[in-house]
C-alpha cells in the first residue's frame, strides 16, 4: 500500500498546472560576458531578467516568450550588447516579451554577430535569434525548440543612422 505522503504528491503533481513549479522557483536567468569571436571582433552581452515586484506583473495568456499562460513571475530589464566598444541598440519591444530565460549564445555568421536566447519548457520553450547586421539594424526570429519552423519574425533598422553612421551601410543581410 502506498504511503500517504506519495498519495498526496501524486495528487498535487496532477492538479498543479504543468510547469508551474519550475516557474515559482526559477531563479531569474543573469548573463554578462564577453566573447571573442572568429573574426577578431569583441562582443560584450548583458542579459538580466528580475523577479517582478509587487503588483507589476499581470496574468499572460499571449505575447510573451516562455510561457504559456499564468502569472507572470519574471520579466527582462537588460539586454546590452557592445560590439568593438560599441553599443549596439537594441530596443526594448524586442526583449521585453521573452521570459524563463534559460541559455545565451554568442557566434558570428557572414560577418553578423549572432546572439541566441533559449527559454521556457515544454509547450512553452522558444529560440530567440538576433542576428545584428552593421551597427544599426537587425532581425529577431523566434522558433520552437527545434527550429524548423519561425514563428515570429522581426527586422529593425534605424534609418536615420544609416545617413550619418557609416557602420551602418551594411543593413540586414
Known amino acids: 500500500m ?5 498519495i498526496i504528491a501524486l495528487g498535487f503533481a496532477v492538479l498543479a498546472p ?3 513549479l519550475a516557474q515559482a522557483d526559477q531563479a531569474p536567468f543573469i548573463h554578462d560576458e564577453s566573447y571573442m569571436l572568429p573574426s577578431g571582433k569583441k562582443v560584450a552581452v548583458k542579459f538580466r531578467e528580475r523577479r517582478c515586484t509587487r ?17 507572470l513571475r519574471l520579466v527582462t530589464e537588460i539586454f546590452s550588447v557592445v560590439i568593438d566598444g560599441r553599443e549596439f541598440p537594441i530596443p526594448e519591444k524586442f526583449y521585453k516579451d521573452l521570459t ?6 554568442v557566434s558570428e555568421m557572414n560577418a553578423q554577430v549572432i546572439v541566441e536566447l533559449q527559454g521556457g519548457d515544454g509547450a512553452a520553450a522558444y529560440k530567440a535569434r538576433f542576428m545584428l547586421g552593421g551597427m544599426c539594424g537587425f532581425e529577431r526570429k ?9 514563428w515570429e519574425r522581426s527586422v529593425w533598422y534605424n534609418s536615420f543612422a544609416y545617413e550619418s553612421d557609416p557602420f551602418c551601410k551594411s543593413g540586414i543581410q
Open 100 to 105: 524563463n530565460t534559460t541559455h545565451l549564445a
Open 55 to 71: 503588483g507589476e506583473c499581470r496574468e499572460v495568456d499571449a505575447g510573451v516568450w516562455g510561457m504559456d499562460g499564468g502569472i
Open 18 to 20: 504543468f510547469g508551474a
Open 142 to 150: 523566434i522558433c520552437g525548440e527545434i527550429c524548423n519552423e519561425i
Open 2 to 6: 502506498p504511503s500517504l505522503l506519495k
